[in-house]
Protein backbone atom coordinates (compact mmCIF):
# COMPACT_ATOMS: atom_id res chain seq x y z
CA UNK A 1 0.00 0.00 0.00
CA UNK A 2 1.12 3.77 -0.43
CA UNK A 3 1.89 5.18 2.77
CA UNK A 4 3.27 8.91 1.48
CA UNK A 5 0.92 11.65 1.05
CA UNK A 6 2.82 14.96 -0.55
CA UNK A 7 1.75 18.42 -0.74
CA UNK A 8 3.34 20.61 -3.62
CA UNK A 9 3.16 23.75 -4.18
CA UNK A 10 4.46 24.92 -8.07
CA UNK A 11 8.12 26.09 -8.44
CA UNK A 12 8.37 29.28 -10.39
CA UNK A 13 11.01 31.88 -10.35
CA UNK A 14 12.00 30.59 -7.19
CA UNK A 15 9.44 30.40 -5.56
CA UNK A 16 7.06 28.40 -4.19
CA UNK A 17 3.31 29.18 -5.40
CA UNK A 18 0.36 28.34 -5.10
CA UNK A 19 -2.50 28.99 -8.45
CA UNK A 20 -6.12 28.48 -7.08
CA UNK A 21 -6.61 24.74 -8.68
CA UNK A 22 -4.80 21.67 -7.06
CA UNK A 23 -4.69 18.35 -9.01
CA UNK A 24 -4.88 15.01 -7.23
CA UNK A 25 -1.80 12.35 -8.13
CA UNK A 26 -3.04 8.97 -7.31
CA UNK A 27 -1.55 5.88 -7.02
CA UNK A 28 -1.76 3.50 -9.76
CA UNK A 29 -1.55 0.70 -7.92
CA UNK A 30 -4.69 1.49 -5.06
CA UNK A 31 -5.99 4.51 -6.54
CA UNK A 32 -5.19 5.88 -3.59
CA UNK A 33 -4.96 9.82 -3.17
CA UNK A 34 -0.57 10.28 -2.89
CA UNK A 35 0.12 13.21 -3.27
CA UNK A 36 -1.51 17.20 -4.32
CA UNK A 37 -0.27 19.66 -6.73
CA UNK A 38 -0.78 22.96 -7.19
CA UNK A 39 -1.48 23.19 -11.35
CA UNK A 40 0.09 25.29 -13.34
CA UNK A 41 -0.63 26.90 -17.06
CA UNK A 42 0.43 29.63 -19.39
CA UNK A 43 0.62 32.37 -16.67
CA UNK A 44 3.02 30.36 -14.55
CA UNK A 45 4.81 29.38 -17.84
CA UNK A 46 5.21 32.96 -18.73
CA UNK A 47 6.29 34.02 -15.52
CA UNK A 48 8.70 31.19 -15.07
CA UNK A 49 10.15 32.32 -19.01
CA UNK A 50 10.86 35.87 -17.75
CA UNK A 51 12.71 34.53 -14.67
CA UNK A 52 14.93 32.27 -16.44
CA UNK A 53 15.53 34.15 -19.46
CA UNK A 54 16.62 37.51 -16.13
CA UNK A 55 18.80 34.57 -14.34
CA UNK A 56 20.91 33.94 -17.35
CA UNK A 57 21.80 38.13 -17.57
CA UNK A 58 23.96 36.51 -14.65
CA UNK A 59 26.00 33.53 -15.62
CA UNK A 60 26.97 31.15 -12.64
CA UNK A 61 30.37 30.34 -13.08
CA UNK A 62 31.31 26.51 -13.69
CA UNK A 63 32.29 25.82 -10.50
CA UNK A 64 29.13 27.13 -8.74
CA UNK A 65 26.84 25.04 -10.83
CA UNK A 66 29.02 22.22 -10.39
CA UNK A 67 29.02 22.56 -6.86
CA UNK A 68 25.06 22.49 -6.91
CA UNK A 69 24.87 19.73 -9.07
CA UNK A 70 27.19 17.20 -6.60
CA UNK A 71 24.67 18.78 -3.50
CA UNK A 72 21.85 17.49 -5.31
CA UNK A 73 23.11 14.54 -6.16
CA UNK A 74 24.32 13.58 -1.97
CA UNK A 75 20.96 14.66 -0.92
CA UNK A 76 19.74 11.86 -3.50
CA UNK A 77 22.11 9.58 -1.34
CA UNK A 78 21.04 11.00 2.06
CA UNK A 79 17.25 10.88 1.01
CA UNK A 80 17.34 7.50 -1.03
CA UNK A 81 14.39 5.75 1.01
CA UNK A 82 12.15 8.77 0.97
CA UNK A 83 12.96 8.97 -2.91
CA UNK A 84 12.50 5.56 -3.77
CA UNK A 85 9.46 5.09 -2.22
CA UNK A 86 7.85 8.53 -3.95
CA UNK A 87 8.49 7.54 -7.48
CA UNK A 88 7.13 3.88 -6.52
CA UNK A 89 3.83 5.85 -5.21
CA UNK A 90 3.49 8.27 -7.64
CA UNK A 91 4.29 6.12 -10.92
CA UNK A 92 3.16 2.19 -9.11
CA UNK A 93 6.73 1.40 -9.65
CA UNK A 94 8.13 -1.78 -7.31
CA UNK A 95 10.39 -0.65 -5.22
CA UNK A 96 13.34 -2.75 -6.52
CA UNK A 97 13.33 -0.62 -10.13
CA UNK A 98 12.47 2.59 -8.06
CA UNK A 99 15.51 2.11 -5.85
CA UNK A 100 17.84 1.44 -9.22
CA UNK A 101 16.08 4.62 -10.47
CA UNK A 102 16.95 6.80 -7.63
CA UNK A 103 20.61 5.59 -7.63
CA UNK A 104 20.70 6.32 -11.20
CA UNK A 105 19.58 10.10 -10.86
CA UNK A 106 22.66 10.28 -8.61
CA UNK A 107 24.58 9.10 -10.89
CA UNK A 108 22.94 11.59 -13.57
CA UNK A 109 23.57 14.74 -11.56
CA UNK A 110 27.34 13.65 -10.63
CA UNK A 111 28.21 13.25 -14.48
CA UNK A 112 26.95 16.35 -15.36
CA UNK A 113 28.62 18.07 -12.51
CA UNK A 114 31.68 16.75 -14.05
CA UNK A 115 30.73 17.95 -17.35
CA UNK A 116 29.96 21.46 -16.02
CA UNK A 117 33.69 21.89 -15.18
CA UNK A 118 35.02 20.20 -18.26
CA UNK A 119 32.51 22.64 -20.26
CA UNK A 120 35.22 24.08 -23.11
CA UNK A 121 35.98 25.11 -26.21
CA UNK A 122 39.29 23.70 -28.96
CA UNK A 123 41.91 25.97 -30.27
CA UNK A 124 41.33 25.80 -33.98
CA UNK A 125 44.47 25.39 -36.23
CA UNK A 126 44.34 28.24 -38.12
CA UNK A 127 47.94 28.09 -39.71
CA UNK A 128 46.50 24.68 -41.53
CA UNK A 129 45.14 27.09 -44.57
CA UNK A 130 47.06 30.21 -45.81
CA UNK A 131 43.96 31.87 -45.34
CA UNK A 132 44.52 31.51 -41.40
CA UNK A 133 48.31 32.40 -41.43
CA UNK A 134 48.90 35.19 -38.92
CA UNK A 135 45.88 34.81 -36.64
CA UNK A 136 44.65 32.54 -33.42
CA UNK A 137 41.26 31.18 -33.12
CA UNK A 138 39.61 29.24 -30.83
CA UNK A 139 35.92 28.19 -29.82
CA UNK A 140 33.52 28.87 -26.80
CA UNK A 141 30.68 27.01 -25.80
CA UNK A 142 27.77 29.31 -24.81
CA UNK A 143 24.59 28.04 -23.45
CA UNK A 144 22.17 27.68 -26.13
CA UNK A 145 19.52 29.90 -24.20
CA UNK A 146 16.33 29.03 -21.89
CA UNK A 147 15.34 25.23 -22.14
CA UNK A 148 11.90 24.51 -22.08
CA UNK A 149 12.07 20.66 -21.13
CA UNK A 150 9.18 18.03 -21.14
CA UNK A 151 9.68 14.47 -18.97
CA UNK A 152 7.45 11.08 -19.48
CA UNK A 153 5.60 9.44 -16.36
CA UNK A 154 7.90 6.65 -16.74
CA UNK A 155 11.21 7.55 -15.04
CA UNK A 156 9.79 10.94 -13.19
CA UNK A 157 12.89 11.31 -11.27
CA UNK A 158 16.09 10.11 -13.57
CA UNK A 159 14.72 11.37 -16.76
CA UNK A 160 13.93 14.53 -15.09
CA UNK A 161 17.56 14.54 -13.67
CA UNK A 162 18.77 14.25 -17.31
CA UNK A 163 16.74 17.23 -18.78
CA UNK A 164 18.05 19.73 -16.01
CA UNK A 165 20.80 18.27 -14.16
CA UNK A 166 22.89 18.92 -18.38
CA UNK A 167 21.03 21.98 -18.45
CA UNK A 168 22.25 23.28 -15.32
CA UNK A 169 25.83 21.64 -16.09
CA UNK A 170 25.85 23.94 -19.88
CA UNK A 171 24.91 27.20 -17.67
CA UNK A 172 21.08 27.07 -18.80
CA UNK A 173 17.86 27.99 -17.18
CA UNK A 174 15.24 25.66 -17.35
CA UNK A 175 11.40 25.59 -17.26
CA UNK A 176 10.58 22.12 -17.09
CA UNK A 177 6.90 20.08 -17.44
CA UNK A 178 6.85 16.98 -15.60
CA UNK A 179 3.81 14.07 -16.63
CA UNK A 180 1.04 15.10 -14.76
CA UNK A 181 0.39 11.66 -13.55
CA UNK A 182 4.41 11.38 -11.84
CA UNK A 183 4.79 15.21 -10.99
CA UNK A 184 6.33 14.57 -7.11
CA UNK A 185 9.44 13.16 -7.62
CA UNK A 186 10.62 16.24 -10.03
CA UNK A 187 9.00 18.77 -7.59
CA UNK A 188 11.22 16.97 -5.21
CA UNK A 189 14.49 17.60 -7.42
CA UNK A 190 13.33 21.57 -7.68
CA UNK A 191 13.03 21.55 -3.43
CA UNK A 192 16.81 19.73 -3.90
CA UNK A 193 18.05 22.26 -6.08
CA UNK A 194 17.17 24.73 -4.28
CA UNK A 195 18.46 23.08 -0.79
CA UNK A 196 21.85 23.11 -2.74
CA UNK A 197 21.68 26.95 -3.42
CA UNK A 198 20.39 26.89 -6.80
CA UNK A 199 19.61 30.70 -7.23
CA UNK A 200 15.72 31.92 -7.96
CA UNK A 201 14.84 31.88 -11.86
CA UNK A 202 17.93 29.25 -12.84
CA UNK A 203 14.65 26.15 -12.61
CA UNK A 204 10.81 26.14 -12.29
CA UNK A 205 8.70 22.97 -12.49
CA UNK A 206 5.11 23.79 -13.96
CA UNK A 207 2.64 20.33 -13.91
CA UNK A 208 -0.46 21.10 -15.02
CA UNK A 209 -2.30 21.76 -18.40
CA UNK A 210 0.28 19.96 -21.13
CA UNK A 211 -1.00 21.94 -23.89
CA UNK A 212 -1.16 25.80 -22.41
CA UNK A 213 2.43 24.85 -21.07
CA UNK A 214 3.95 23.31 -23.85
CA UNK A 215 2.29 26.20 -26.41
CA UNK A 216 3.84 28.74 -24.15
CA UNK A 217 7.26 26.74 -24.79
CA UNK A 218 6.77 26.28 -28.15
CA UNK A 219 5.64 30.09 -28.87
CA UNK A 220 8.20 32.38 -26.73
CA UNK A 221 11.17 32.88 -28.69
CA UNK A 222 13.65 33.54 -25.35
CA UNK A 223 13.35 29.14 -25.36
CA UNK A 224 15.80 28.09 -27.35
CA UNK A 225 15.53 24.78 -27.16
CA UNK A 226 13.06 22.27 -25.90
CA UNK A 227 14.42 18.89 -25.03
CA UNK A 228 11.22 16.46 -25.22
CA UNK A 229 11.04 12.73 -23.48
CA UNK A 230 7.80 10.64 -24.45
CA UNK A 231 5.49 9.69 -27.10
CA UNK A 232 6.34 10.45 -31.19
CA UNK A 233 3.11 12.61 -31.62
CA UNK A 234 3.79 14.77 -29.74
CA UNK A 235 7.27 15.07 -29.75
CA UNK A 236 7.51 15.56 -33.84
CA UNK A 237 4.85 17.78 -32.84
CA UNK A 238 6.68 20.13 -30.98
CA UNK A 239 9.62 19.62 -33.38
CA UNK A 240 6.96 20.60 -36.64
CA UNK A 241 5.45 23.23 -34.59
CA UNK A 242 8.62 24.79 -32.81
CA UNK A 243 10.83 25.40 -36.27
CA UNK A 244 13.53 27.84 -35.44
CA UNK A 245 14.05 26.43 -31.76
CA UNK A 246 16.85 23.02 -31.32
CA UNK A 247 14.24 20.16 -30.53
CA UNK A 248 15.51 17.34 -29.09
CA UNK A 249 13.66 14.19 -29.11
CA UNK A 250 14.21 10.59 -26.98
CA UNK A 251 10.58 8.85 -28.23
CA UNK A 252 9.52 5.19 -28.00
CA UNK A 253 10.98 1.84 -29.43
CA UNK A 254 9.62 -1.90 -29.88
CA UNK A 255 12.79 -3.07 -28.54
CA UNK A 256 14.55 -6.19 -30.35
CA UNK A 257 17.00 -8.70 -29.51
CA UNK A 258 17.81 -11.64 -31.30
CA UNK A 259 19.17 -14.67 -30.00
CA UNK A 260 21.79 -16.97 -31.89
CA UNK A 261 22.19 -21.16 -31.06
CA UNK A 262 25.90 -20.24 -29.45
CA UNK A 263 23.95 -17.30 -27.20
CA UNK A 264 25.94 -17.82 -23.87
CA UNK A 265 24.29 -19.38 -20.39
CA UNK A 266 22.24 -16.73 -18.93
CA UNK A 267 20.60 -15.35 -21.90
CA UNK A 268 16.82 -16.30 -21.40
CA UNK A 269 17.48 -15.09 -17.49
CA UNK A 270 18.80 -11.05 -18.44
CA UNK A 271 15.86 -11.30 -20.33
CA UNK A 272 12.77 -12.48 -18.55
CA UNK A 273 14.02 -9.88 -16.44
CA UNK A 274 14.37 -6.98 -18.67
CA UNK A 275 11.18 -7.71 -20.60
CA UNK A 276 8.85 -6.66 -17.55
CA UNK A 277 10.99 -4.40 -15.25
CA UNK A 278 8.27 -1.74 -14.11
CA UNK A 279 5.89 -3.77 -16.64
CA UNK A 280 7.34 -2.93 -19.54
CA UNK A 281 6.83 0.72 -19.46
CA UNK A 282 10.05 1.32 -20.36
CA UNK A 283 11.18 2.57 -23.92
CA UNK A 284 13.77 -0.33 -23.92
CA UNK A 285 11.99 -2.78 -22.41
CA UNK A 286 12.81 -6.30 -24.41
CA UNK A 287 9.34 -6.58 -26.61
CA UNK A 288 10.67 -8.58 -29.55
CA UNK A 289 12.75 -11.73 -28.98
CA UNK A 290 13.83 -13.60 -32.32
CA UNK A 291 15.59 -17.13 -31.66
CA UNK A 292 17.58 -19.03 -34.35
CA UNK A 293 15.61 -22.39 -34.95
CA UNK A 294 18.07 -24.76 -33.17
CA UNK A 295 18.12 -23.01 -29.77
CA UNK A 296 14.16 -22.58 -30.13
CA UNK A 297 13.31 -25.54 -27.77
CA UNK A 298 15.90 -24.86 -25.46
CA UNK A 299 15.64 -21.06 -24.37
CA UNK A 300 11.11 -21.24 -24.80
CA UNK A 301 11.58 -23.93 -21.98
CA UNK A 302 13.91 -21.87 -19.87
CA UNK A 303 12.35 -18.60 -20.65
CA UNK A 304 8.64 -19.63 -19.74
CA UNK A 305 9.37 -20.34 -16.32
CA UNK A 306 11.49 -17.47 -15.31
CA UNK A 307 8.79 -15.10 -16.34
CA UNK A 308 5.91 -17.21 -14.57
CA UNK A 309 8.22 -17.13 -11.58
CA UNK A 310 7.71 -13.41 -11.41
CA UNK A 311 6.17 -11.96 -8.50
CA UNK A 312 3.18 -9.76 -9.73
CA UNK A 313 1.84 -7.59 -7.11
CA UNK A 314 1.87 -4.14 -4.83
CA UNK A 315 4.87 -2.23 -6.00
CA UNK A 316 5.29 -0.97 -2.50
CA UNK A 317 6.56 -4.52 -1.85
CA UNK A 318 10.17 -5.05 -1.59
CA UNK A 319 10.21 -8.26 -3.41
CA UNK A 320 7.48 -7.11 -5.85
CA UNK A 321 9.02 -7.36 -9.87
CA UNK A 322 5.70 -6.14 -11.90
CA UNK A 323 3.11 -3.78 -10.88
CA UNK A 324 0.48 -1.91 -12.41
CA UNK A 325 0.21 -0.12 -15.80
CA UNK A 326 -0.10 3.93 -15.44
CA UNK A 327 -3.96 3.95 -15.58
CA UNK A 328 -6.52 2.00 -16.44
CA UNK A 329 -6.57 2.83 -20.06
CA UNK A 330 -2.94 1.45 -20.54
CA UNK A 331 -4.61 -1.73 -19.35
CA UNK A 332 -7.08 -1.86 -21.55
CA UNK A 333 -5.12 -1.30 -24.32
CA UNK A 334 -2.71 -3.88 -23.92
CA UNK A 335 -5.01 -6.50 -23.07
CA UNK A 336 -7.12 -5.60 -26.71
CA UNK A 337 -3.41 -6.09 -28.60
CA UNK A 338 -3.15 -9.68 -26.47
CA UNK A 339 -6.90 -10.42 -27.53
CA UNK A 340 -6.11 -9.44 -31.24
CA UNK A 341 -2.87 -11.08 -31.79
CA UNK A 342 -2.38 -14.25 -34.06
CA UNK A 343 0.49 -15.86 -32.12
CA UNK A 344 0.11 -18.19 -29.06
CA UNK A 345 0.03 -16.88 -25.48
CA UNK A 346 2.49 -19.16 -23.72
CA UNK A 347 2.30 -17.47 -20.09
CA UNK A 348 0.29 -14.62 -19.10
CA UNK A 349 -2.72 -12.75 -21.22
CA UNK A 350 -4.93 -12.44 -18.20
CA UNK A 351 -5.02 -10.21 -15.17
CA UNK A 352 -4.58 -11.54 -11.37
CA UNK A 353 -7.48 -10.98 -9.03
CA UNK A 354 -6.15 -7.27 -8.51
CA UNK A 355 -6.47 -6.33 -11.65
CA UNK A 356 -2.80 -6.16 -12.95
CA UNK A 357 -1.61 -7.55 -15.96
CA UNK A 358 0.52 -11.15 -15.78
CA UNK A 359 3.62 -11.24 -17.35
CA UNK A 360 2.85 -12.16 -21.25
CA UNK A 361 4.33 -14.56 -23.60
CA UNK A 362 3.56 -14.66 -26.84
CA UNK A 363 5.11 -17.00 -29.30
CA UNK A 364 5.25 -16.51 -33.35
CA UNK A 365 2.70 -13.28 -33.63
CA UNK A 366 2.48 -11.91 -37.29
CA UNK A 367 4.53 -9.11 -37.86
CA UNK A 368 1.65 -7.04 -38.75
CA UNK A 369 -0.09 -7.52 -34.89
CA UNK A 370 0.85 -4.45 -32.92
CA UNK A 371 2.66 -6.64 -30.59
CA UNK A 372 4.94 -7.07 -33.79
CA UNK A 373 5.16 -3.26 -34.95
CA UNK A 374 3.52 -0.67 -32.38
CA UNK A 375 5.17 -0.34 -28.77
CA UNK A 376 3.37 -2.31 -26.26
CA UNK A 377 4.35 -0.44 -23.23
CA UNK A 378 3.27 -3.21 -21.03
CA UNK A 379 4.24 -6.35 -20.10
CA UNK A 380 4.06 -8.37 -23.06
CA UNK A 381 7.25 -9.86 -24.91
CA UNK A 382 6.91 -12.33 -28.67
CA UNK A 383 8.75 -14.93 -29.37
CA UNK A 384 9.03 -15.32 -32.96
CA UNK A 385 11.26 -18.38 -34.48
CA UNK A 386 13.82 -17.24 -37.24
CA UNK A 387 15.73 -19.54 -39.95
CA UNK A 388 19.01 -17.20 -39.95
CA UNK A 389 20.60 -13.79 -39.11
CA UNK A 390 19.77 -12.25 -41.66
CA UNK A 391 15.87 -13.09 -41.02
CA UNK A 392 16.11 -11.86 -37.70
CA UNK A 393 17.78 -8.74 -38.42
CA UNK A 394 15.54 -7.95 -41.08
CA UNK A 395 12.89 -8.36 -38.77
CA UNK A 396 14.23 -6.68 -36.25
CA UNK A 397 14.84 -3.50 -38.26
CA UNK A 398 11.31 -4.19 -39.51
CA UNK A 399 9.30 -1.56 -37.66
CA UNK A 400 9.76 2.52 -37.63
CA UNK A 401 11.73 2.62 -34.50
CA UNK A 402 15.29 2.86 -33.63
CA UNK A 403 16.68 3.23 -30.28
CA UNK A 404 18.49 0.19 -28.70
CA UNK A 405 18.49 -3.23 -30.20
CA UNK A 406 20.83 -6.05 -28.99
CA UNK A 407 22.14 -9.81 -29.63
CA UNK A 408 23.42 -13.05 -27.81
CA UNK A 409 25.93 -14.44 -29.09
CA UNK A 410 29.14 -16.13 -28.44
CA UNK A 411 30.68 -15.24 -32.45
CA UNK A 412 32.12 -12.26 -32.44
CA UNK A 413 31.47 -11.86 -36.40
CA UNK A 414 27.96 -12.59 -35.59
CA UNK A 415 27.44 -9.29 -33.06
CA UNK A 416 29.62 -6.93 -34.80
CA UNK A 417 27.28 -7.91 -37.73
CA UNK A 418 24.55 -7.31 -35.82
CA UNK A 419 26.06 -3.81 -34.15
CA UNK A 420 26.64 -2.74 -38.34
CA UNK A 421 23.27 -3.72 -39.71
CA UNK A 422 20.99 -3.28 -36.39
CA UNK A 423 19.53 0.32 -37.43
CA UNK A 424 19.91 1.50 -33.72
CA UNK A 425 21.06 4.39 -31.67
CA UNK A 426 22.35 1.55 -29.76
CA UNK A 427 23.15 -2.52 -29.65
CA UNK A 428 23.81 -4.70 -26.98
CA UNK A 429 25.98 -7.83 -26.99
CA UNK A 430 25.38 -10.51 -24.71
CA UNK A 431 23.36 -7.61 -22.50
CA UNK A 432 19.68 -6.90 -22.69
CA UNK A 433 19.22 -4.26 -24.86
CA UNK A 434 16.92 -2.47 -21.81
CA UNK A 435 20.58 -1.58 -20.63
CA UNK A 436 21.73 1.83 -19.52
CA UNK A 437 23.79 3.24 -17.57
CA UNK A 438 23.63 7.20 -17.28
CA UNK A 439 26.92 8.57 -19.22
CA UNK A 440 26.19 6.30 -21.87
CA UNK A 441 25.26 8.21 -25.43
CA UNK A 442 21.45 7.15 -25.51
CA UNK A 443 19.24 8.13 -28.18
CA UNK A 444 17.38 6.95 -31.32
CA UNK A 445 16.92 6.93 -35.35
CA UNK A 446 14.03 6.60 -37.56
CA UNK A 447 10.89 7.50 -35.54
CA UNK A 448 12.74 7.16 -32.18
CA UNK A 449 14.53 10.34 -31.74
CA UNK A 450 16.87 12.54 -33.63
CA UNK A 451 19.41 13.21 -30.24
CA UNK A 452 21.37 11.44 -27.78
CA UNK A 453 21.31 11.99 -24.44
CA UNK A 454 23.66 10.89 -21.33
CA UNK A 455 24.79 14.75 -19.27
CA UNK A 456 28.36 15.31 -21.97
CA UNK A 457 26.14 14.68 -24.93
CA UNK A 458 23.19 16.87 -23.69
CA UNK A 459 25.43 19.57 -22.70
CA UNK A 460 26.62 19.59 -26.43
CA UNK A 461 23.51 20.07 -27.57
CA UNK A 462 22.54 22.63 -24.74
CA UNK A 463 25.09 24.63 -25.95
CA UNK A 464 26.07 26.72 -29.20
CA UNK A 465 30.35 26.47 -30.36
CA UNK A 466 31.10 30.45 -30.41
CA UNK A 467 34.37 31.28 -32.67
CA UNK A 468 36.70 33.85 -31.88
CA UNK A 469 39.48 34.93 -34.68
CA UNK A 470 42.19 37.21 -33.26
CA UNK A 471 44.42 39.15 -35.84
CA UNK A 472 47.98 38.73 -34.37
P1 LIG B 1 3.53 11.38 -23.55
O1 LIG B 1 2.09 11.12 -23.40
O2 LIG B 1 4.02 11.80 -24.90
O3 LIG B 1 3.88 12.51 -22.47
C1 LIG B 1 5.19 12.97 -22.31
C2 LIG B 1 5.14 14.40 -21.81
O4 LIG B 1 4.60 15.23 -22.83
C3 LIG B 1 4.23 14.59 -20.58
O5 LIG B 1 4.81 15.53 -19.74
C4 LIG B 1 2.97 15.14 -21.21
O6 LIG B 1 2.18 15.89 -20.32
C5 LIG B 1 3.57 16.02 -22.29
N1 LIG B 1 2.65 16.43 -23.34
C6 LIG B 1 1.56 15.77 -23.80
N2 LIG B 1 0.97 16.52 -24.78
C7 LIG B 1 1.70 17.64 -24.92
C8 LIG B 1 1.61 18.80 -25.74
N3 LIG B 1 0.64 18.95 -26.64
N4 LIG B 1 2.54 19.77 -25.62
C9 LIG B 1 3.53 19.65 -24.73
N5 LIG B 1 3.67 18.58 -23.89
C10 LIG B 1 2.78 17.58 -24.01
O7 LIG B 1 4.42 10.14 -23.10
P2 LIG B 1 4.29 9.25 -21.77
O8 LIG B 1 3.07 8.41 -21.91
O9 LIG B 1 4.44 10.09 -20.56
O10 LIG B 1 5.61 8.38 -21.89
C11 LIG B 1 5.65 7.22 -22.64
C12 LIG B 1 6.40 7.40 -23.94
O11 LIG B 1 7.68 7.97 -23.68
C13 LIG B 1 6.69 6.07 -24.61
O12 LIG B 1 6.52 6.19 -25.99
C14 LIG B 1 8.16 5.83 -24.27
O13 LIG B 1 8.82 4.96 -25.15
C15 LIG B 1 8.69 7.22 -24.33
N6 LIG B 1 9.96 7.30 -23.59
C16 LIG B 1 11.13 7.48 -24.29
C17 LIG B 1 12.34 7.52 -23.60
C18 LIG B 1 13.64 7.73 -24.31
O14 LIG B 1 14.61 8.11 -23.65
N7 LIG B 1 13.73 7.52 -25.61
C19 LIG B 1 12.35 7.38 -22.23
C20 LIG B 1 11.14 7.19 -21.55
C21 LIG B 1 9.95 7.18 -22.26
P3 LIG B 1 0.91 15.22 -19.58
O15 LIG B 1 1.45 14.14 -18.74
O16 LIG B 1 0.37 16.37 -18.80
O17 LIG B 1 -0.01 14.75 -20.67
Redesign the pocket.
Known amino acids: MATTVTERKAFVAGEWIETGEWIDVSSPYSGEIVGRIAKAGADEARRAIDAAAQAMCEPLPAHQRAEILVKVAAQLGRRHDEVARLISDEAGKPMKAARVEARRAMSTYTFAAVEARKLAGEVVPMDASQAGEGKFAFTLRMPIGVVGA ?6 PLN ?1 VA ?1 KIAPALAAGCAVVL ?6 PLSALLLAEMEEEAGLPPGWLSVL ?5 E ?3 V ?2 EDERVTAIT ?8 W ?2 RERAAHKRVSL ?4 ATPVIVCDDAPDGAATKLAANSFSFAG ?4 SVQRIYVLAPAWDSFVTEFVPLVEALRVGDPAEEETDVGPL ?1 DEDARERVLEWIAETTGEVLAGGDTTTEGLLRPTVIANPSSDDKVSCD ?1 V ?1 GPVVTLTKVESLDEAIELANSTRFG ?1 QAGIFTADIRCALRAARELEFGGVTVNEAPTFRADQMP ?3 VKA ?2 NTR ?1 GPAYAVRELTEERLVVVEL
Not at 250 to 253: F, R, T, V
Open positions: ISPFNFLHKPASATAGSASIGDLVFTGSGDVGGLELGNQSCIIEFLYGGSGE
